[in-house]
């Protein structure tokens, strides 16, 4: 009878222990742990599933396509299963010496690891590393040293995985320090990222890591976020970018276009009560792109809300207090519509008061 590759695994791997009792002898048990790090990841895209986990450092050769080297005592173990294929497996384990023990197992049964085995693990592994994250940090810096920046971003644009994309994103910008085009395209990679909070997260790191004093560095950052669904996060990368008080106009325009396209207008209110006490709109078309972003906020509070900051924050400014009054008209709640003139009241009276 075949047995399963998934229960062989788990009976294979009780053993392990026992062959590396003589490592293990050598180091205390609590230590051991604490020296030891773990890892497993699985990918499946439907038709193919593979999983990866490791125990201790691994380092893989320059290639990607084997395993150099593993942490005395460690072990790496790779699952392959294809429908309507094989189901593969592999167990590396490092004797005392150093030297690598493996173990090939196909649709249950032990294999010499050959050519063929050997060809499979070559053709799998870089796909492993990529989309795992596995040796993730001192894979980017390899890479780096060998074939730069570019180079890096080359690898990213391979990976599918959200999280991973992000950890090699973020890793390059902590490790190299990215000129305005490689910024520019670093962002542009991130505005692939499926998920809302990684590419969020990757936009707030760059906001500190890349040249965002040039102007299309800021412009790319702009279009990733405008690809972020979430209204909480898109509202932390916005949130981010518009700190910086010295943003260009153009900039600035579609940084409230796309907060105008937030759904939910609680976030959308904090982005425009922060871009309000942030940016003087002294311009005709910074003036227009708030106010329209103003306009699509369906709640009355919230409108009031944004309407007071402005005027707080820039009531001197007579057009913005004519744009303030227009808004104010569009108000459904007569008490928030209220509260919102008595506010340009007393600025009125404020102004009175000064000549």
């Given at each position: 009878?075949t047995i399963?590759v998934?229960?062989?695994a788990?009976?294979?791997?009780?053993?392990v222990?026992?062959?590396?009792?003589?490592?293990?002898l050598?180091v205390p048990?609590?230590?051991?742990?604490a020296?030891?790090?773990?890892?497993?990841?699985?990918?499946?895209d439907g038709?193919?599933?593979?999983?990866?986990?490791?125990?201790?450092k691994?380092?893989?050769t320059?290639?990607?396509?084997?395993?150099?080297q593993l942490?005395?005592?460690?072990?790496?173990?790779?699952?392959?299963?294809?429908?309507?294929?094989?189901?593969?497996?592999?167990?590396?384990?490092?004797?005392a010496n150093?030297?690598l023990?493996?173990?090939?197992?196909v649709?249950?049964?032990?294999?010499?690891?050959?050519?063929?085995?050997?060809?499979?693990?070559?053709?799998?592994?870089?796909?492993?590393i990529?989309?795992?994250g596995?040796?993730?940090?001192?894979?980017?810096?390899?890479i780096?040293?060998?074939?730069g920046?570019?180079?890096v971003?080359?690898?990213?644009?391979?990976i599918?995985s959200?999280?991973?994309?992000?950890?090699y994103?973020?890793?390059?910008?902590?490790?190299?320090?990215?000129?305005?085009?490689?910024?520019?395209?670093?962002?542009?990679?991130?505005?692939?990222?499926?998920?809302?909070?990684?590419?969020?997260?990757?936009?707030?790191a760059?906001?500190?890591?890349?040249?965002?004093?040039?102007?299309?560095?800021?412009?790319?950052?702009?279009?990733?976020?405008?690809?972020?669904?979430?209204?909480?996060?898109?509202r932390r990368a916005?949130?981010r970018l518009?700190e910086?008080?010295?943003l260009d106009?153009?900039?600035?325009?579609?940084?409230?276009?796309?907060?105008?396209?937030?759904?939910?207008?609680?976030?959308k209110?904090?982005?425009?009560?922060?871009?309000?006490?942030?940016?003087?709109f002294?311009?005709?078309r910074?003036r227009?792109?708030?106010?329209?972003?103003?306009?699509?906020?369906s709640?009355?509070?919230?409108?009031r809300?944004?309407?007071v900051?402005?005027?707080?924050?820039q009531g001197?400014d007579?057009e913005?207090?004519?744009g303030?009054?227009?808004?104010?008209?569009t108000?459904s709640?007569?008490?928030?519509?209220?509260?919102v003139?008595?506010?340009?009241?007393?600025?009125?009276?404020?102004?009175t008061?000064?000549q």
């Amino acid at each position: 009878m075949t047995i399963s590759v998934f229960t062989l695994a788990r009976r294979t791997l009780a053993f392990v222990p026992l062959l590396l009792a003589p490592v293990a002898l050598c180091v205390p048990a609590s230590d051991a742990v604490a020296q030891w790090s773990e890892h497993r990841s699985t990918h499946d895209d439907g038709n193919r599933r593979f999983e990866l986990s490791t125990r201790g450092k691994v380092w893989f050769t320059d290639d990607d396509r084997d395993v150099q080297q593993l942490e005395p005592g460690g072990r790496l173990m790779i699952e392959e299963r294809v429908r309507y294929g094989p189901e593969r497996m592999l167990i590396i384990t490092a004797a005392a010496n150093g030297s690598l023990e493996r173990t090939y197992i196909v649709d249950g049964k032990t294999q010499p690891f050959d050519g063929a085995g050997q060809a499979w693990l070559s053709s799998l592994l870089p796909e492993i590393i990529r989309e795992t994250g596995v040796g993730a940090v001192e894979r980017v810096r390899r890479i780096h040293a060998k074939h730069g920046v570019s180079g890096v971003l080359d690898e990213i644009d391979l990976i599918r995985s959200s999280s991973n994309r992000r950890l090699y994103l973020t890793t390059l910008m902590n490790e190299a320090r990215l000129n305005p085009s490689e910024a520019v395209r670093a962002l542009r990679a991130a505005g692939k990222i499926s998920s809302s909070s990684e590419k969020a997260g990757v936009l707030i790191a760059a906001a500190d890591k890349l040249p965002m004093s040039d102007a299309s560095v800021r412009g790319a950052y702009v279009e990733a976020a405008r690809s972020i669904s979430s209204s909480s996060e898109l509202r932390r990368a916005l949130t981010r970018l518009l700190e910086d008080g010295s943003l260009d106009d153009a900039v600035l325009r579609d940084a409230l276009a796309v907060a105008g396209s937030i759904s939910s207008t609680s976030e959308k209110a904090s982005i425009l009560v922060l871009a309000a006490q942030r940016h003087k709109f002294d311009d005709d078309r910074l003036r227009t792109a708030f106010f329209n972003a103003a306009e699509s906020i369906s709640s009355s509070s919230e409108k009031r809300r944004v309407l007071v900051a402005l005027l707080r924050a820039q009531g001197t400014d007579k057009e913005i207090v004519r744009g303030v009054v227009q808004s104010a008209r569009t108000i459904s709640s007569d008490s928030e519509k209220t509260a919102v003139l008595m506010e340009v009241s007393a600025l009125q009276i404020k102004d009175t008061s000064r000549q």
